[in-house]
C-alpha cells in the first residue's frame, strides 16, 4: 500500500512504523532531535491536563520521554506514537497515535496532542483520518476508540464529522472530568472509505 485518499505511505526504519505524507503534515516516528519542538507544548499545563504525566519542567524531561515512550517502544517492535511534522513550518508540532490495544478484541484508542498554538486550525478532523488509515488499513484493528472531554467542544462535531458514535459517558478514574466514549467499526469505515472519506479530504486542501 503505497497511497491511500491521496496520502503517501512509506516505510521507515521501523518495519511497524509507515510513514504517513499528506499535503500539510508528515506523520513519522519521533527522534531526539524532535526534542526542543515537543518540550514547547507538553511543557503548557493545558496540553497535559488529562494526561497521565505532568507538565515538563526541562528539556531534559521531554529527551527522556522521547526515548522511553517513543523511541524505546519502536525498538522493541512497538506500535508507538507518531509525531505530527508540519511541512511550512518545518516543526514537529503534536504527536497522534492508536494507544491501548487489544489484541484480543482488536481495539484501540486515538490519542493526539497538540501544540496550543495550532489550536482552532481545524486539524482535529484530518489527523483523526490519517488514525484511520493507521488503525484499519495499518495494523487491522475491528474498532477505533476515542474519548473527549465535556470542555471540549470541537472533538465531537469532528468524531461526528468522520462516522463515529456516541456510546456512553463516564468518569474515568484517573480524573474528575467527564468523558464521552466514541466509537468506529472497521465495517463502518470501509463503508464511508468508498465515497464519503475521499471528498472529505479532498475538502481539507
Not at 107 to 122: H, L, R, S
Request: net charge positive; with cysteine.
Amino acid at each position: 500500500m503505497n497511497n491511500i485518499f491521496g496520502y503517501k505511505i512509506s516505510n521507515s526504519q521501523y518495519p511497524q512504523m509507515k510513514i504517513i505524507e499528506t499535503p500539510r503534515f508528515i506523520l513519522r516516528p519521533a527522534t531526539l532531535q524532535d526534542v526542543p519542538d515537543i518540550y514547547e507544548y507538553l511543557c503548557n499545563e493545558k496540553v497535559v491536563q488529562y494526561l497521565p504525566f505532568n507538565a515538563h519542567k526541562t528539556i531534559n524531561d521531554t529527551k527522556r520521554f522521547v526515548q522511553v515512550f517513543f523511541i524505546n517502544n519502536y525498538k522493541q517492535g512497538k506500535v508507538g506514537n507518531y509525531v505530527i511534522y508540519h511541512k511550512s513550518d518545518k516543526k514537529v508540532i503534536g504527536n497522534i497515535g492508536i494507544n491501548n490495544i487489544r489484541t484480543k478484541s482488536k481495539e484501540g484508542e486515538i490519542g493526539i496532542c497538540i501544540n496550543p498554538k495550532y489550536w482552532g486550525n481545524d486539524y482535529s478532523t484530518e489527523l483523526t483520518v490519517i488514525t484511520l488509515i493507521t488503525g484499519f488499513e495499518l495494523l487491522d484493528l475491528d474498532k477505533l476508540v476515542a474519548l473527549t472531554y465535556s470542555e471540549n467542544k470541537y472533538t465531537p462535531k469532528s468524531l461526528n464529522n468522520l462516522g463515529f458514535k456516541y456510546v456512553k459517558t463516564y468518569k474515568p478514574k484517573r480524573n474528575l472530568q467527564i468523558s464521552h466514549r466514541f466509537e468506529l467499526t472497521k465495517s463502518d469505515y470501509l463503508k464511508l472509505k468508498k465515497e464519503y472519506l475521499p471528498k472529505l479530504v479532498k475538502g481539507f486542501y
